[in-house]
């Protein structure tokens, strides 16, 4: 089992910066690799990031490439996603994942956080 817990939402301004982060805690971290997604009000959760198990390769949704970048410390079983150049459409519950494959997916994640909200003012 994964236990997922995201923290650094909030409400900032278009234009501005964000940094989520994503604690894993579980015995079955050692071939797990890691997503974010989000879901704004009235739409379907979407993927935006993932990472592989070793951080060797990365992927984003089209959206936010060049903007976002997701990031991993697997000393502290940590997952990142920093967020730049912010935008209204950005707003959303942002959500971690974790499946149980190293390589990375925008598929098949088994474990999933609370979810955090960022809400970008425009």
């Known amino acids: 089992q994964v236990h997922l817990v995201e923290s650094g939402g909030g409400l900032v301004q278009a234009g501005d910066s964000l940094r989520l982060s994503c604690a894993a805690f579980?015995?079955?971290?050692?071939?797990?690799?890691m997503g974010w997604f989000r879901q704004a009000p009235g739409k379907e959760r979407e993927f935006v990031a993932a990472?592989?198990?070793?951080?060797?390769?990365?992927s984003y949704a089209d959206s936010v490439k060049g903007r976002f970048t997701i990031s991993a410390d697997n000393t502290k079983n940590t997952v990142f996603l920093q967020m730049n150049s912010l935008k209204a459409e950005d707003t959303a519950v942002y959500y971690c994942?974790?499946?149980?494959?190293?390589?990375?997916?925008?598929?098949?994640?088994?474990?999933w956080g609370q979810g955090t909200q960022v809400t970008v003012s425009s």
């Open positions: 994942a974790a499946r149980g494959q190293a390589t990375l997916s925008r598929l098949d994640y088994q474990y």
């Open positions: 990472i592989s198990r070793f951080g060797d390769s990365t």
């Open positions: 579980g015995r079955s971290l050692s071939s797990a690799s």
